[in-house]
């Protein structure tokens, strides 16, 4: 006798949720990449129909959105935080650089996804443009470590901007967490080797 087809009930039994599917999602627009990945190749990962898929989303398209928030809202939160608001320059700028490698090893397939958006639609230009918002305040805060004298005078605030957050987001091309290191060792290594040779 042939199986009967999964219902949604029977697929939550099974252990999909709303959080299991984007999960599920992110690794597979990671590995084929987001155009490349079809609702099909979903449902096949999953090991459910599409039919139950779109019980928990209207499509691919909200999955990719609600991935990208799961990264920007976390750059976003850090923006927020006391720790970006008090202090010099300089010390701001060092804790948010720490903090932004906790957020991307703590959300590594989300921020991984949010790297590889190159603006295709339009969902993917609000999240550039977001992510065009954090780069801004980043920009405010090397700015203002440059004015009040803490960081060396001989380097552009804008380029070093870029080749720190660079630095930052790299990482997402090569970290392993089964290997060992934890969010704090990147971070501390990321640190002393940048903010070394930035500091007056």
Known sequence: MASPTPTPARQRRRGHDPESVLATAVGVFNERGYDGTSMEDLAR?????????????????????????????????????????????????????RQSVRILVDRLPYVTLLLRVRGNSPTELAALERRREFDRFIGRLVTEAAVE?????????????????????????????????????????????????LRV
């Open 45 to 97: 990962a999953l090991g459910m129909t599409k039919s139950a898929i779109y019980y928990h989303v209207p499509g691919k398209e909200q999955l990719l959105a609600r991935a990208l928030d799961r990264a920007l809202d976390g750059l976003f939160e850090l923006m927020a935080d006391d720790g970006a608001a008090k202090g010099t320059g300089i010390e701001r700028l060092e804790w948010v650089v």
């Open 149 to 197: 004298g803490s960081i060396r005078p001989d380097v552009d605030p804008a380029l070093v901007t870029r080749l720190l957050f660079g630095a930052v987001t790299s990482i997402s091309d090569w970290y392993q967490p089964a290997r060992g290191a934890s969010a704090d060792d990147l971070a501390d290594a990321l640190l002393k080797m940048t903010f070394g040779g």
